[in-house]
């Protein structure tokens, strides 16, 4: 799968209760979520495999729109591979399955959805539709915050834009292990859907290049070697 690096991010945060904070990577991936990781369509049920999902209200899974509350996330450049039935793709163009919306007005404050892990896990995606700079991820270890991502630091310019531009795949790696991650919003909305994680760390592009050049760099002293 072709990696390319959309963003890069090191978040330097406030340790909490004695625990060091987690630098969070955001890598972004042409396809969405990489191989190798477990994939979620949130479907069916409110579990699948080592996680399960709960709500605070006005949190909660939707299908469709209701204007000035939320909208479908719109899929682009193939990042729907391996969410739809059975492990296919999912087509490009608005999400007409079921996805997540969390966000809150005065009437229904504190909403949240809350991804509950069996295990300890160091990477995490989503779709993330529509981003606005109030939507929040929270990443937790034994309820103790570890990490905290916003959409400022997935777009540089997240103003809720409900077409392609305003939905991206967001792959996240972290530093820290982390057993729980919430999505709240002060406003309405904050939509995501087809969540991917792992125990294990993604490669990231830097890396990836970093590697490339090094068999390079081995191929060309053998041929010199060689030419002795």
Known sequence: MKLFAKSLVALS??????????????????????????KWNLDEGTSFGDVSVSFVPAAQFVTGAVGGQYAAPVLS????????????????????????????????????ATFTFANDQLYFGLLWGSVDNYN????????????????????????????????TYVNINSTLAFDKVVATSTSFAFELDNIAFSENRIPEPASLALVGLGLLGMGAARRRRAAR
């Open 13 to 38: 945060l406030v340790a909490t209760a004695g625990i060091a904070s987690a630098a969070l990577t955001i890598v972004s991936n042409i396809g969405g979520a990489p191989t190798g990781v477990n």
């Open 77 to 112: 450049g193939n990042n729907g591979m391996g969410f739809g039935a059975g492990g296919t793709d999912q087509a490009d163009g608005a999400d007409t399955t079921r996805y997540i919306t969390s966000g809150s007005n005065t009437s229904a404050l504190g909403a949240g």
């Open 136 to 167: 929040t991820l929270t990443f937790y270890n034994n309820d103790v915050v570890v990490g905290t991502i916003t959409g400022s630091d997935v777009m540089a310019n997240p103003n809720g834009n409900q077409g392609a531009g305003g939905t």
